[in-house]
């Protein structure tokens, strides 16, 4: 954890993430048209929702960069001297990963809940989220975070490189996934974002239910930390 | 700073019949030298001998082809508290420009399960207490230099390896670092220093390893090279193995 606290890029990235949340929200909050504004889900999916698109995609690259950042400065080298257990050294990363994952899901849905509301007020839609969507929404964001920082910290140990990593996980989240919800929605639904969105209780009526959301995103973040681990032990660091 | 416990009996470390093959690239041939305590040893060799894949394996990083890399009869790997036996310097540096010298070492400490009080000796050790709040960033290459060094002294070492340690210092500098190595092998430490540049290792190595196109093409302590100097030897052995 002490590395992600002694660099500016964690705070970096979490400014980021409100500005991209807020404007999002904002944009979609005056973009879309009244009549697709009213009822709860969809100010929770159109709307907020890309709190928690953005809070996972976020999540993801942070814990993507704690690898490739120690690659990208060779920082990685006196890490694995100090702890030549390298399976011990990935582990690690993913508990830090998924603590900052978790404060990422949450800062993104909180958000855009903020900026969400403020801009039903100025359009003048009443707010009809209830306090259970919200606490789903809230917790199911932070939970999805912490699994995507896994993810992302698995992809990063096995990329290694840090421009493509953060590239091509980008545009997975916006324009790959976007496209396959939209075109094959039975495989869509099983992508990492989407399972994301569901544990945060957004399109319940085309995505997983939260709970399988949960459970599939949890293999994903399981099978991309072995893939990673398993890299990390097999390959030189030169 | 001293060896807290009594030098280990036998080599430091010992590289034996090291093979290291990227692809059909040899870059280390059955590569085999030792390191003994109290003395300083250079490794020495043109650029691309192999010196930093050797030191790479020697500390676990990268995997032999071939042959064993051993510190103190073991592999790094299976080193407890490792850094608390061998200190390293790469010559890549290897910090995060965006993080404060005193922060680096404070993570390394934590890393290597080291008291946090070491982090300030070791940085007035160096010379870097009144810029350890600094970003790395904004070092010179000679204060990244001795930041290297406070990282590989933080664990109280009795082996330190320093891949091309004088770069980028001045010559206060130079003196300053043959000075703090003559001192750590005078109170029983082994230190192995790499090399291309001979006027800084002739005066302060006991022993020199050449290597050349990934072989050892010498290893002898400096005193029987009888009166001729590192440099003309350096430069015979390593155009006749060219040849």
Do not use: C
Not at chain 1, 97 to 102: D, E, K, N, T
Not at chain 2, 16 to 36: C, E, H, I, M, P
Not at chain 2, 87 to 95: H, I, K, M, N
Not at chain 2, 156 to 172: K, T
């Amino acid at each position: 954890m002490a590395k992600l606290t002694s660099t500016r890029t964690t705070p970096g990235l979490a400014v980021a993430l409100v500005a991209v949340v807020v404007l999002a929200v904002a944009l979609h909050g005056y973009g879309l048209a009244e009549a697709s504004l009213r009822a709860s889900s969809e100010q929770l999916t159109f709307l907020m929702g890309w709190g928690a698109v953005i809070g996972n995609l976020f999540a993801g690259l942070a814990g993507a960069l704690s690898f490739t950042a120690e690659i990208r400065y060779g920082t990685i080298r006196p890490t694995l001297m100090a702890t030549p257990r390298r399976g011990r050294v990935v582990a690690a990363k993913a508990l830090a990963a998924a603590g900052a994952g978790l404060a990422f899901g949450l800062l993104g849905t909180a958000a855009a809940v903020g900026a969400g509301r403020l801009a039903l007020g100025a359009r003048g839609v009443d707010a009809a989220v209830g306090a259970g969507q919200y606490a789903q929404f809230l917790a199911g964001g932070a939970l999805a975070g912490a699994l995507w920082a896994v993810v992302g910290l698995g992809i990063g140990a096995v990329v290694r490189a840090q421009a493509p990593t953060v590239v091509a996980m980008t545009a997975w989240v916006l324009f790959v996934e976007a496209i396959l919800v939209d075109s094959a929605p039975g495989l869509g639904r099983l992508a990492p974002g989407a399972l994301g969105q569901a544990l945060a209780g957004l399109r319940p009526d085309s995505l997983a239910a939260p709970a399988l959301g949960g459970l599939l995103l949890g293999a994903y973040a399981a099978a991309s930390l072995a893939a990673g681990a398993l890299a990390t032990r097999r390959r030189d660091f030169a | 700073m001293g060896v807290t416990e009594p030098p280990p009996a036998g080599d430091a470390a010992a590289v034996r019949g090291l093979t290291k093959r990227y692809g059909d690239q040899v870059a280390v041939d059955n590569v085999t030298f030792s390191l003994r305590p109290g003395t300083v040893t250079g490794l020495l060799g043109p650029n691309g001998a192999g010196k930093t894949t050797t030191l790479r394996v020697l500390l676990g990083l990268a995997e032999p082809t071939a042959g064993e890399a051993l510190v103190h009869g073991r592999r790094y790997a299976d080193l407890d508290e490792p850094w608390r036996r061998v200190g390293a310097v790469l010559e890549s540096g290897d910090f995060h420009p965006g993080r404060s010298g005193r922060d680096h070492l404070r993570v390394l400490a934590l890393a290597a399960g080291l008291a946090p009080g070491r982090v300030e000796e070791v940085l007035a050790l160096v010379g870097l207490a009144a810029a350890g709040a600094r970003r790395v960033r904004g070092y010179s290459l000679g204060m990244r230099q001795r930041l290297g060094l406070a990282a590989a002294l933080l664990g109280d070492p009795g082996l330190l390896v320093l891949d091309e340690p004088a770069n980028g210092l001045d010559p206060a500098g130079v003196r300053w670092l043959r000075s703090l190595l003559r001192g750590f092998a005078a109170r029983g430490g082994a230190v192995l220093v790499s090399s291309h540049v001979l006027a800084e290792v002739a005066q302060s190595v006991d022993r020199v390893v050449v290597i050349d196109g990934g072989r050892v093409v010498a290893d002898t302590p400096v005193a029987a090279l009888g009166g001729r100097s590192l440099e003309d030897v350096y430069l015979e052995l390593t155009a006749s193995a060219r040849s």
